[in-house]
């Protein structure tokens, strides 16, 4: 019996705009999809990219990470990622991982401080909160 995904991933494009809206988990077995979505949407030109929140019920670590590492392949790109209509306890967790910066609209954080957080979270170990 095939399993249903937990996940889907919706792209609207304007431009060089694009908004990604997630319906659903976000979890270790679905993370990958985040990344192949942004990755596809930089080989498409775009370098403006708003993900849309208000439809996801779970994120865990590893979909923080997923975040994370769209917003280094974003910038290092020239563009910038911005995370939308996050629930509280998405918030808090952005909050307590230093990851905030990924709810504004312009990144306030340099490049390099979004590619640490992400490094320490991929290798399991602590993450500065110093910013």
């Keep these: 019996m095939p399993v249903l995904s937990s996940l889907n991933i919706h792209r609207r494009d304007r431009g060089s705009h694009a908004t990604i809206t997630l319906v659903g988990e976000l979890d270790l077995e679905m993370a990958h999809s985040v990344r192949e979505v942004i990755e596809d949407c930089l ?42 209509h996050p629930s509280p306890m998405l918030t808090r967790l952005l909050d307590l991982s230093g990851t905030g910066f990924l709810l504004d609209d312009r990144p ?17 170990g602590p993450t500065s909160l110093a910013t």
């Design 43 to 84: 080989g498409d030109g775009i370098r403006t990219v708003d993900i849309d929140l208000t439809l996801l019920t779970f994120c865990d670590v590893s979909g923080l990470n997923a975040f994370l590492i769209a917003s280094r392949l974003t910038t290092t790109a020239g563009g910038w990622l911005c995370l939308r």
């Design 108 to 124: 306030l954080a340099p490049a390099s401080r979004a590619a640490a957080v992400a490094d320490d979270l991929a290798a399991g």
